[in-house]
Nanobody, 123 residues
Framework: QVQLVESGGGLVQAGGSLRLSCAASGRTFSRYAMGWFRQAPGKEREFVTTISWSGGSTIYADSVKGRFTISRDDAKNTVYLEMNSLKPEDTAVYYC????????????????WGQGTQVTVSS
């Protein structure tokens, strides 16, 4: 079992930055691919980014490529999402995800979800 707890969300102006954290329980954190998804009001939850268990591979959605960076610290059982140049369309609840696979790009691939953290970008 893996429990995920996100933090770091909040309100920021367009062009600003936020850093989300996702703390994971369990001693097998290093064996899981980690990812971030987001869900805006009235929309489906969508893929944002993922990082492999080794940290050597990452994938980003086109909408965030060049602005967001995912990283992980296995010593702290934590995955991070650095978000820069934020836009109003980035407003959503951001969910941390874990899966016992190489990478995560689809909701159906996720084994564990966090509770989500709200990110609001004002124009």
């Amino acid at each position: 079992q893996v429990q995920l707890v996100e933090s770091g969300g909040g309100l920021v102006q367009a062009g600003g930055s936020l850093r989300l954290s996702c703390a994971a329980s369990g001693r097998t954190f290093s064996r899981y691919a980690m990812g971030w998804f987001r869900q805006a009001p009235g929309k489906e939850r969508e893929f944002v980014t993922t990082i492999s268990w080794s940290g050597g591979s990452t994938i980003y959605a086109d909408s965030v490529k060049g602005r967001f960076t995912i990283s992980r610290d296995d010593a702290k059982n934590t995955v991070y999402l650095e978000m820069n140049s934020l836009k109003p369309e980035d407003t959503a609840v951001y969910y941390c995800a874990a899966a016992s696979r190489f990478l995560i790009t689809k909701r159906a691939e996720v084994d564990y979800w966090g509770q989500g953290t709200q990110v609001t970008v004002s124009s």
